[in-house]
């Protein structure tokens, strides 16, 4: 396929890097810098978003809050073009689907995977191996639109898992906007210490490493799905409370009997 | 000196190893095979708890559990010998301490250090380099034992600061307690997403890795020191909730504010 990719960061750039032994791979960056680096590896770039049309699949791979936007943006002249954006929350692209003009096709395709660094700099071939992409429908997407992501994601080394847009953010609000709530709540708290805090060790770090994710980003991970995210905010201090409960209580077995079930849930994940 | 380790699991094991080049090192274990792996990298073990003494130096290093009882049993017959521990709470000890004989020299030796993997096969003599060491008088510290203990921690690679076992415990429910709270809510509460939940990413797996702490020494870091671990868990929902009421109030300022000043306080952490 002709794929082009709007947004050479981490994940823009990774999936360019992935894609281009199996498709003709295009991208552009509003950044010259990001554009030049993404050369100088040869990639093949364009300098305005637009010349990105006529391709076979966009890939909107920008910062979360530049979605919308470039999605609009390319909307109007993307034609059969299928726009694929890999954004967190599906929420204001659902919306942004709803308006879209009727040939218009639009599919969410979110891969959980990421690195601790940021930019094309981090972005690698294999960052996508093994790790699942979330393929969420919109108003605009049809069966076609639908197989182009399953197999951008395939051909990027990840797997395609399908779900609806509520389910999708539902389940961002528990796995990516709660830890970085509870890590933001316990380093704040660990401040209650003072002189002592460098002395913390990597269980403190582990469970704190959220609390340091770039403000914006944070910001639109907290604010841009509220429902869900008080609801699994609320969930998690109930949680929170039965453990303090437990210990006020002097009640052992209540502690063991919550730290199993915890161990349990943890214990279904790999690593 | 001669220094005897009681203990032969990932701290103790890796005193013994990161020691023994200054010191005269022996140790005990009460599983054969922990004694049979230390004998087989070269480290001089006994076969009982009792022929550890005479020494200059016993550092009780078993599980937090077992620190008091193996305290308990040296106490007597210890001497002039002085017993370090280097459990992570210290108000047992310091009762202990009370009522010890009046001879007996006990000081607490807290190496905030540790690894995701527990056990002798872990441990390694590095384990403790950079790595600060609490020292913490009992009842039965004098300026000798004192000096000893901080001898140690640098002999052992590390550095020795000094506080109360008040501040330390308080210091710990903070540190340690509150991140495996939090984590093990966190894992509770992830099990929202059912059959989503194998997808979370790094985040949520790095924010909930305590919650495979191993149950008993989970228990014990929320169970020993319920007074301070209480208040760390209150003043923790109590973060958890301004961030929670500043998202439902869709109030972005407050978010943002909340959030950098966690981002602050993570960022006196070297990573």
């Given at each position: 396929?002709?794929?082009?990719?709007?947004?050479?960061?981490?994940?823009?750039?990774?999936?360019?890097?992935?894609?281009?032994?199996?498709?003709?791979?295009?991208?552009?960056?509003i950044s010259e810098a990001a554009r030049d680096a993404a050369r100088a590896v040869g990639i093949d770039t364009v300098?305005?978003?637009?010349?990105?049309?006529?391709?076979?699949?966009?890939?909107?791979?920008t910062p979360l809050a530049a979605v919308v936007t470039t999605l609009a943006a390319l909307c109007d002249r993307a034609?059969?073009?299928?726009?694929?954006?890999?954004?967190s929350l599906r929420a204001a692209v659902a919306a942004l689907a709803e308006t879209a003009p009727a040939a218009a096709r639009i599919v969410g395709m979110h891969p959980m995977a990421g690195a601790a660094t940021a930019g094309f700099a981090s972005a690698r071939a294999d960052l996508f191996r093994g790790r699942p992409f979330l393929i969420v429908p919109t108003a605009r997407s049809d069966a076609a639109a639908m197989a182009v992501?399953?197999?951008?994601?395939?051909?990027?080394?990840?797997?395609?898992?399908?779900?609806?847009?509520?389910v999708h953010d539902r389940a961002?609000?528990?796995?990516?906007?709660?830890?970085?709530?509870?890590?933001?709540?316990?380093?704040?708290?660990?401040a209650a210490v003072g002189p002592l805090l460098p002395l913390a060790g990597p269980g403190f770090?582990?469970?704190?490493?959220?609390?340091?994710?770039?403000?914006?980003?944070?910001?639109?991970?907290?604010?841009?799905?509220?429902?869900?995210?008080?609801?699994?905010?609320?969930?998690?201090?109930?949680?929170?409370?039965?453990?303090?409960?437990?210990?006020?209580?002097?009640?052992?077995?209540?502690?063991?009997?919550?730290?199993?079930?915890?161990?349990?849930?943890?214990?279904?994940?790999?690593?």
């Open positions: 396929m002709n794929i082009a990719v709007a947004g050479l960061g981490l994940i823009g750039g990774s999936l360019a890097l992935a894609l281009r032994p199996s498709h003709r791979v295009r991208a552009f960056d300098d305005r978003l637009d010349d990105l049309l006529p391709s076979d699949v966009v890939i909107v791979a034609g059969a073009t299928v726009l694929l954006d890999v954004g992501a399953g197999t951008v994601a395939r051909d990027a080394g990840g797997s395609a898992t399908v779900c609806s847009a509520e961002m609000a528990f796995l990516l906007s709660a830890p970085l709530a509870v890590a933001s709540a316990l380093a704040v708290t660990g770090r582990d469970t704190t490493r959220l609390a340091g994710t770039p403000l914006d980003l944070a910001e639109q991970l907290l604010t841009a799905n509220p429902g869900h995210v008080v609801a699994a905010l609320a969930a998690l201090r109930t949680a929170l409370q039965e453990i303090e409960s437990a210990v006020a209580d002097r009640d052992r077995d209540a502690v063991r009997k919550l730290l199993a079930q915890a161990a349990e849930v943890r214990g279904r994940l790999d690593s």
